[in-house]
């Protein structure tokens, strides 16, 4: 397999080719066809490029093909979000009577599909502690279709161990959708470790330049299509214009996480010496208790890190508010460095048990863009500064 960088480059360029370097934007609802057979064969194609924009577009194709060799797939699809590739992904897979197992420690939107919608749906969820392999199996039901994993886990960095769950899943026939959102194909690859489907929410690393919401999914065809049959219902489409920009920051990829790498682990070691702060979480610090899990399964550690401050809620408020460079935003994965606090973030997503369960309300999470490190560094040191002095903690 080509590089990484020569791969987002090139792997779509046999996917609709064209002549123009910079590939052209198909910005139209529909397509004609030249004659009845055609245009029959358009409406089951699954995943195409030429029938109506809802069922499938050539800009469309052109992302999935290089996330398909990025994520070492046999294929991939878009969606106009991360969201929508993963509810539409679940409502593919699972039916009411079903039971699937997701994680406690998960992004917001993962949990809500967990805990509030699909019991909706008559889909009966177990949440477990993903840093205990032994929880996913003694979950299991004769019900269980589909284990949820994420990877980094948002915003506590817990990490799953991909080859052990997905090896579990296989052996009872379960299916197995990791999130890779946080590590990126080219810090981790679950479909290497054995996991099913792959999915990411585009709008960050992806895109890498906060001007696109998008998801992705790569995985089999046969499951893809399954997921494809659902989204034409859904009606979950990603824009041409959209998923031109999508691939236009895919190139970008292996030029701009080794940064967000560097500054992610930077970012960590300066702030677990700060007295403001109690704990950092951050996969890539030899003190963090699954360091080892993580080095197994990435070969980098993301630009993603959590802090927890001895002030609780109203310091680790305060410390955005001392930030010059890092922004208070709810996205991550952009060039800029972002901040958000988790516990204000998830309200619309989770009651307020939930959220209180899902995480402390001290805690910062805060994404590492691909600023100079010595100036991040400085200037989110200097913030913690600020709010240690005026609690008295320096």
Known sequence: MPGASTVTIHADRETHPSRALAQPIYQTAAFSADDGATFAAGAVEPRGEGFYTRFGNPNHAQVAAVVAELENTEAAMVTSSGMAAITTAV???????????????????????????????????????????????????????????????????????????????????????????????????????????????????????????????????????RVWDTSLLTGATLGPIDAWLLLRGIRTLPLRVPRHNDNGLALAEALTRHPAV???????????????????????????????????????????????????????????????????????????????????PGLIRLAAGTEDTADLVADVLAAADAVSSASGTA
Do not use: C
Request: hydrophobic residues 40%.
């Open 91 to 225: 409502l593919a897979l699972v039916s009411a009577g079903d039971h699937v197992i997701g994680q406690q420690s998960t992004y917001g939107g993962t949990a809500s599909v967990l805990l509030n919608l699909l019991p909706r749906l008559g889909v009966d969820t177990t949440l477990v502690d993903q840093r205990d392999t032994e929880a996913f199996e003694k979950a299991l039901t004769p019900k269980t279709r589909l284990i949820l994993v994420e990877t980094p886990s948002n915003p506590l960095l817990h990490i799953t161990d991909l080859r052990a769950v997905a090896e579990l899943a296989r052996a009872h026939d379960v299916l197995t959708l990791a999130d890779n959102t946080f590590a990126t194909p080219l810090n981790q690859r679950p479909a290497d470790l054995g996991v099913d489907v792959v999915w990411h929410s585009a709008t960050k690393y992806l895109n890498g330049h906060s001007d696109v919401s998008a998801g992705v999914l790569a995985g089999p065809a046969a499951i893809l299509d």
């Open 278 to 360: 109690t704990r950092v979480h951050y996969p890539g610090l030899d003190t963090h208790p699954q360091h080892a899990l993580a080095a197994a399964q990435m070969t980098g550690f993301g630009g993603v890190l959590s802090m927890e401050f001895t002030g609780g809620y109203d310091m680790a408020d305060a410390f955005l508010g001392h930030l010059r460079y890092p922004r208070r935003s709810a996205s991550l994965g952009g060039v800029e460095s972002l901040a958000v606090h988790p516990a204000s973030m998830w309200r619309g997503m989770l009651s307020d048990e939930q959220l209180t369960e899902a995480v402390p």
